[in-house]
């Protein structure tokens, strides 16, 4: 079937640091969204991407679409303590007349050292 | 307005018993997805109700069931349960469906099997 890669599985980085993680789909996706799950708690959307190229931001979060429509990327700039939870992006294929379902990549752990 | 709801939040069941899990989505959704969750194998796509109708199922075993009722409620029942299925079983709502907008999800039902 149809599969979201995602990567990094894990990512420790310290305070003030960078953060990127990336989707991969081996077919175009008609849209992307990413969500945030923090630890015991449940996915909430961030965002979701529609358009070939497309560029978006939110504060320190930054999100891009590739131009073929398969991969994604989420990069923090300056990571906080208040950043630490599990990244997922889940994509949507079109395909004729089926009805469509998101698939969630497997998600980046990330953990933020003080 | 109030959230996704998802009762009971916790169960622990032995294997060979059945269980059956509610979502109340957010009113005016019409379309509730039902996620597995697991450390091993992230979020997995169980089924999507849509106006009492199932429009997409994931790779589960006929073990697990859906329905959607007339005021969008869902539940999901799992028969024969075995020790793998013990994860956490999330609900999300969204008024269009079909991936196309934002999963709104609920608390999840983290369920034991033993």
């Known amino acids: 079937g149809q599969q979201v890669m995602q990567i990094p599985q894990y990512q420790h980085v310290q305070e003030g640091e960078d953060f990127t993680t990336y989707c991969n789909s081996s077919t175009t996706l008609s849209n992307i969204q990413w969500y945030k799950q923090r630890p015991g708690g449940h996915p909430v959307f961030l965002i979701q991407l529609v358009k070939s190229g497309e560029v978006k931001k939110q504060k320190r979060l930054t999100f891009q679409f590739g131009e073929a429509k398969k991969n994604s990327s989420l990069h923090i700039t300056a990571t906080q303590t208040t950043d630490v939870g599990t990244y997922f992006c889940?994509?949507?294929?079109?395909?004729?007349?089926?009805?469509?379902?998101?698939?969630f990549g497997q998600g980046t752990i990330l953990t933020v050292h003080p | 307005k109030a959230g996704v709801t998802q009762t009971p939040r916790y169960l622990i069941k032995t294997r060979g018993q059945q269980v059956t899990l509610s979502c109340s989505p957010i009113?005016?959704?019409?379309?509730v997805s039902w996620y597995q969750q697991t450390p091993g194998q992230g979020l997995q796509f169980l089924f999507e109700?849509?106006?009492?109708?199932?429009?997409n199922k994931g790779n589960f075993p006929g073990r697990f069931s859906g329905r959607q009722f007339s005021n969008s409620r869902s539940e999901m029942n799992v028969s024969t349960l075995e020790l793998g299925d013990s994860a956490l079983y999330l609900c999300?709502?969204?008024?269009?469906?079909?991936?196309?907008?934002?999963?709104?999800f609920g608390e999840g039902s983290r369920l034991t099997v033993l």
């Open positions: 999300a709502s969204s008024p269009l469906g079909g991936g196309l907008g934002e999963l709104f």
């Open positions: 109700y849509f106006s009492e109708t199932q429009r």
């Open positions: 889940a994509g949507r294929w079109a395909g004729g007349t089926s009805y469509g379902k998101l698939t």
């Open positions: 009113s005016g959704h019409r379309s």
